[in-house]
């Protein structure tokens, strides 16, 4: 049986409420931290748990806490990263909706881990009918002595606020997020200073993930060497994956890191395959902004071995042949699907979402989209591929954030990948812009 | 209900007393962090974000009412303009497109009348296109004040509507 770190409980009835959650065992883990446990043992647990941040950038937490400015007399902050906006990407909704306390646990073990006594969760404004949830369960969590002044009697202090965002994609970057929090526009800030030195009203803060930190509660009840036990590597533990797209059981899997891609998609526990009567032809395995790969290499390496769920072997081949994990966020395509019309898509949305602080993320992310649309549209000009590459670059390193890179990469991999599909559109504008119309030259369909 | 008086914008009491609380939640002299919050508290009680709300927003938290505007005009969720009363937000990004999204959306548009942008000759409906709403396992989704409306077909669309115009 697989291990299951933050879902086990998820489908027992009532769990959303504080009595059921602690009837399986929650708030144990506040009550081990709290009262038996240093900030720094805890730590130093997360630190050997080797967890990475789950919300795409796979940074490990333990050091990012690590990193934290402890100035005399300054408070410190913990903010939740709740923004999720990448596409593909539903997990913290489907977590947060389904299992509030187990974040909350979470929140309270980091928090006094980091010695913090007003964290904050920023939820996207959009998921308004979840900050209700978290609220509640906040307020059940409060009347049972688990948050406020002197927690279990430990002298210990949080105050826990959810933070409502305002619809941009934006501020799932860390420093456009505290600007957010600050009641700012999302503009993302140069970096030095980190948030960890100047972070939350320019005071030290740490900003982690949703599901990051909802894997503290388990961390503290079995200790980090058992959290490292469990995956595969350097990438230990479990992810939780938001599947979509042409199969047969969209959804959030959780899973041990180092299942086989070809497992995720076909066994009858994850995705049970392609939907009927269709063959794959292409996955976006992390969320929108990793590069899109064919089905034959999201299937198995260069050198023929199976492609792992992990951090390491999605990446293997680099951009060249390799893609990222990412949030998770596993789009799956069959070939029905219109690879040009799809990078399209996506281009509108960088387009849309660039805060337009960075000119070439701000003119770059329009003109790809422009391109891409003429492109799909029957206008293509020869040199519109090319120039689209040329504007990828362009943007691709460039930028205060990482919008311009996640902007870039996936126009760049497309074009890697699947070359042929933009030519023929710029080939045969007429077939090309019938509905439906899919190319369906010469290609790898599994 | 609002309490509309000479073009000034007032919050009902609950939502003061509500505003209040949330603008007390934050450390001394941060006051400002509630200013998003308090935008979805005045587009509840109005529908829209209105100039005169926005500059009762400024005065509840002394800052400048520019603001308050630069903010309202950097996130897609404030309504700048009077809206009809239920705002459809339809996810148009890519996944929730796989599973038909756009299909779907061609039908709704015909059958309320309007494309993107507008609203009902009777204030019933507005229609509006978001990104990503983080739903896409469940695509096509639109979404409706707090309420996702998810696994979208045409007949779907048609039930909601239905019972949205009873």
């Known amino acids: 049986m697989a291990t299951k770190i933050l879902t086990e409980h998820i489908n027992v009835p009532g769990i959303e409420t504080f009595d059921v959650y602690r009837k399986q065992g929650g708030y144990t ?84 881990a980091l010695g913090a006594n007003k964290s904050f969760i920023y939820v996207r404004g959009e998921l308004m009918y979840v900050i209700h949830i978290l609220e509640k369960a906040i307020a059940e969590a409060t009347a049972k002595g688990f948050l406020g002044k002197n927690i279990l009697g430990s002298g210990y202090d949080l105050e826990l606020v959810v933070q409502p965002g305002g619809g941009a994609y934006i501020c799932g970057e860390e420093t456009a997020l505290l600007e957010s929090l600050e009641g700012k526009r999302g503009n993302p800030r140069n970096k030095p200073p980190f948030p960890a030195v100047k972070g939350l009203y320019q005071s030290p803060t740490v900003v982690n993930n949703v599901e990051s930190i909802a894997t503290t509660a388990w961390i503290i009840n079995n200790g980090g060497d058992a959290y490292a036990g469990v995956g595969i590597g350097r990438s230990t533990g479990t992810k939780l994956i938001s599947a979509s797209g042409h199969i047969n059981k969209p959804g959030v899997y959780e899973i041990e890191l180092g299942v086989p891609v070809e497992d995720f998609i076909y066994a009858d526990e994850w995705c049970g395959g392609i939907r009927p009567g269709h063959k794959f032809k292409a996955l976006v395995a992390g969320g929108s902004s990793v590069p899109i790969l064919p089905a034959n290499l999201a299937l198995t390496l260069a050198n023929g071995e199976k492609r792992l769920m992990s951090y390491e072997s999605l990446s293997d081949g680099g951009f060249a042949t390799g893609t990222m994990l990412g949030s998770g966020g596993f789009i799956v395509f069959d070939e029905t699907s219109c690879i040009v019309r799809n990078t399209w898509n996506f281009s509108r949305f960088y387009h849309h979402e660039s805060c337009g602080q960075c000119s070439p993320c701000r003119e770059g992310t329009g003109w790809m989209e422009k391109v891409l649309h003429r492109i799909e549209h029957g206008h293509g000009h020869q040199q519109d591929i090319d120039l689209l590459v040329d504007v990828a670059k362009k943007i691709e390193g460039n930028t205060i954030c990482p919008l311009g890179d996640a902007a870039a990469w996936p126009v760049a991999s497309a074009i890697r990948h699947f070359r042929d599909e933009f030519q023929w559109h710029i080939d045969n504008p007429a077939e090309a812009t019938q509905p439906g119309a899919v190319y369906r030259g010469d290609m790898a369909l599994v | 209900m609002t309490t509309e008086t000479n073009n000034t914008v007032t919050f009902t009491p609950e939502r003061l007393t509500k505003a209040q609380e949330i603008i007390a939640r934050y450390p001394e002299g941060k006051q400002k962090s509630a200013l998003l919050p308090l935008l979805h508290l005045l587009q509840e009680q109005e529908g829209w974000t209105s100039p005169e709300g926005m500059d009762c927003v400024a005065r509840m938290l002394d800052i400048q009412p520019i603001e308050v505007y630069e903010v309202a005009s950097f996130y897609t969720m404030y309504h700048l303009n009077p809206v009809g009363k239920h705002v459809i937000e339809y996810c148009r990004t890519g996944p929730c497109c796989l599973m038909g999204g756009e299909e779907v959306y061609a039908h709704l548009k015909q059958r309320l009348g309007i494309d993107t942008g507008q609203t009902t000759v009777d204030g019933q409906f507005t229609l509006k296109e978001v990104e990503c709403l983080a739903a896409c396992g469940m695509g096509p989704v639109f979404q409706i004040r707090e309420k996702y409306y998810m696994h979208l077909t045409n007949e779907r669309v048609d039930e909601i509507i239905d019972e949205l115009s009873k």
């Open chain 1, 29 to 112: 883990a506040v009550e081990k931290a709290i009262k038996t446990m240093t900030p720094e043992a805890i730590v130093e647990e997360v630190k050997k748990a080797g967890v990475r941040g789950r919300g795409g950038a796979g940074f490990p937490m333990g050091m990012k806490w690590s990193f934290l400015a402890k100035p005399e007399g300054v408070p410190r902050y913990l903010v939740c990263n709740a923004d999720e906006s990448e596409p593909g990407t539903f997990k913290d909704h489907y977590l947060m909706k389904n299992i509030p306390h187990l974040l909350i646990e979470g929140m309270i073990i980091s928090s006094f």
